[in-house]
């Protein structure tokens, strides 16, 4: 299929996000239900991701992102998609590139969240019903001339087996983690508690760690994101926190608990969920050097801090809301899908 016109393609995505940000009956009862199916798609999360998707969908969003690309016509690629379902609506972008890039999706949903993607679809289609025949929702990956998967260390090594071949995005495990330098305000420090809490940490721009100075003082932090202290009210979420408080109690583990949140001292990046790594430096060059040894393993850093490294750095509470333009793991897919 030969790809839209910009302008026209612009209107029919923009008209998509207005319907997302006014969900009609049928999505409200889907808001309400997806927790049926996975019990963190709670009503709140789903429709912060509906809302969030509708807002980056308006017709200045829109234009600033596919103006910056070639999108001339062509014959359409078959693109496999192996999306995540870590939160609702992730593979969502992948999708919509490429149907912007006028290529066709084989898309393999994941089954905590398949509903909401087909749906949304659905709704596009409803809109243009040219776009029914860009994507199909598949069991099996046969046929494909590009792969994008998405996926953890461990898949991420059967997926360049398999998907090698072809021209491909594989991306992997990512976290994020947010450089504090002591001088914060307290509605920043408040802010941060979205980059932890959003989702309950399930993303990858889920805030995993915190880069402090040394001998930072927690009673602050601690005392600005109280409000959330509501997340303790899900029942897979405080399991979680019962069990790593358990783990660090029986190995007489040094941590820091606030009823609803730990914090620990470690190295590593990615921590259990209801944890909160923290590592300390002895000055901003130091922290520097540490986030651009582990680039590959940040999808975006939240900060007050202009830093000099390649990636992405977000304002406090930013983290669940990227542009159309923000990439997972900085990789640009529509760029790529333009050059199949």
């Known amino acids: 299929m030969s790809i839209f016109n910009k302008s026209y393609l612009i ?7 207005r319907q ?3 969900p009609n009956a049928t999505l409200q009862q889907l808001v309400e239900s997806e927790r049926n199916v996975n019990p963190w798609f709670t009503p709140e999360s789903v429709q912060q991701a509906i809302q969030a998707t509708g807002l980056s969908l308006t017709e200045d969003n829109l234009a600033q992102w596919l103006n910056h690309y070639q999108l001339k016509e062509h014959a359409s690629k078959k693109v496999g998609l192996i999306l995540a379902g870590n939160i609702p609506l992730v593979g969502f972008h992948d999708v919509l590139c490429v149907l912007a890039s006028g290529n066709i999706a084989l898309i393999k949903a994941s089954s905590q969240d398949a509903r909401l993607i087909k749906y949304v679809l659905q709704l596009l289609v409803n809109i243009e019903p040219q776009l029914a025949g860009s994507y199909h929702f598949i069991e099996r990956l046969e046929g494909f001339d590009a792969i994008i998967a998405t996926g953890s260390n461990n898949t991420s090594r059967y997926f360049e087996y398999y998907f090698g ?3 491909n995005i594989i991306r992997k495990n990512r976290n994020s983690i947010a450089l504090l330098t002591g001088q914060e305000s307290t509605e920043q420090l408040h802010e941060l508690g979205k980059d932890i809490f959003d989702y309950y940490g399930l993303g990858c721009r889920n805030v995993s760690k915190l880069l402090v100075p040394k001998g ?8 600005a994101i109280e409000d959330y202290h509501h997340i303790a009210q899900h029942h897979k979420y ?30 590593r990046l990615a921590s ?8 300390e430096y002895e000055d901003l060059n130091a922290a520097e050097a540490l986030l651009r040894e582990q680039r590959e393993q940040i999808q975006c850093i939240v900060s007050m801090v202009n830093l000099p490294v390649e990636v992405q750095v977000v304002d406090f509470g930013k983290s ?3 542009a159309l333009w923000d990439y997972a793991d900085g990789i640009d897919t529509m760029e790529f899908l333009s050059n199949l």
């Not at 259990?272 to 590592?279: I, R």
Request: charged share 20%; net charge negative; no cysteine.
């Open 11 to 17: 209107q029919i995505l923009a008209n998509l996000g």
């Open 20 to 22: 997302l940000l006014n």
């Open 165 to 167: 071949k072809v021209p």
């Open 216 to 223: 930072y003082n927690f009673i602050p932090f601690f005392e």
């Open 238 to 267: 405080h399991n979680n926190y019962d069990y790593n408080k358990a783990i660090y109690l029986v190995n007489r583990d040094k941590h820091l608990d606030n009823g609803f949140l730990l914090l620990k001292e470690d190295t």
């Open 272 to 279: 259990p969920l209801a944890v909160l790594y923290y590592e």
């Open 320 to 322: 669940q809301q990227p």
